[in-house]
């Protein structure tokens, strides 16, 4: 199948010119790709942030040049793109790498189209087996009722995050770009388009892009990872044991934001709760019977309706451990860093046996990969790899397991889960010799 371009009107916002410590010059681009808007909720202005993108370019660098595809975390509801230059991303820059961060639409805003005298409402989007997006003009993406919660409607993130990936490819040769040396990266909720981008939307036309190299850290594998459900239950107890009591990886204090739905307890421009499964799902596990509940129940009780068309679609978004043993771009490099391993809301929705189960899975479709995770609950002594790292943090020192397939180890100079390692593992996917 051929991917074809749909690409609206890019808008040039601005262009800033500027230099990096080491003096290489670069400009910064203000680019939007997409037709959606909201009004800002303190100036009441139209805002199109949600489909906004800031392309960061190196002057002087060879062409074509590789291109990092950042995308941003924040519980598909908030968070921002990057869009001013950072120590990270001069280093980049440096080394002859352009870097591009992206915004999104978010599932508890709503969004719309057309002229603000006559706007209309964003559309629903439908998916096909093969992960194809279409849009669905005339039907409002409300007309979509949520089952448990808000990653329902994470279509329209993910829709958004293609586009401006088919933006960027198309004016690739504009700004020298080798849009087929590209590296992907992102925190959090940013892992559902990095992964659909790689293991989905690039499966249906490999000649449009080609990601070669990922580093996704606090990272999610399946989802949902709030109001959670079978798969990824099935995820925690195939590793730790599916007899093992909620109460060890959980706390009873985040049963409820975790089990259960959070967005049920907060305001939304969009219906992001069903408040009568949160209430039968939060009684039921949440409660009195909190200490005695087994993954194993939650398991065979919290299920996602594959089997129903209206409800099938979301694997294409939801599942990366089956999308990418279904496919994925040749030569790919995969780099997973994951510390939290606590019991608390934070840490359940980016543990470190996400990271473990990242190597698993990656392992099994053979993809190249590193992985770093702390020890977390329940993790049996075979888990503990023979190469450890201490590593200083905010949150004070972690120390890291490492596996790697194909035999990755902290570059000289550099230390375990570092900025500077990160960019010298983009380097050697895209073919090039770098310094820090």
Known sequence: MKIVFVVLSTLLLSVQSHFTAAGTEYNIETIVYGKYWTKDTKTGNITRECNTYYLFVPLNASRPMPLILEIHGGAFVGGDPTKKPTPQIEAYLNNGIAWASTDYRFVTTKYYYGDEANPIEEEYIEIDSNGTMTLIEGTPLSNYHVR????????????????????LASSSAKYGLDIHRLGLTGGSAGGAGINYLTYVFHSLDPTVYTPVSIVYQMAQLDYPVENVLDRVWHLWGSDIGFETKLSLILSKSACGDVVGNPFCKEASQTEVCNSTWNDITTAKYCGNAFEEVTIDQLLRTQIWPVYRPEYAHLIKLWYATENMLFYHPPSLKLYVVNFLNGTSHLDFVHNALYARNYA??????????????????GMTSKDISSERYEVPGLFGHSVFNKLSNFGWAPPKGTKATSDAEQLLFHCQAMSLTCSI
């Not at 392992?363 to 702390?374: E, R």
């Open 148 to 167: 448990v919660g808000r990653q329902e409607y994470i279509t329209k993130s993910v829709y958004d995050i293609s586009q401006a990936l088919l933006n």
């Open 360 to 377: 698993l899975y990656a392992g099994s479709a053979n993809i190249d990969y590193v992985v770093y995770y702390t020890d977390y609950h």
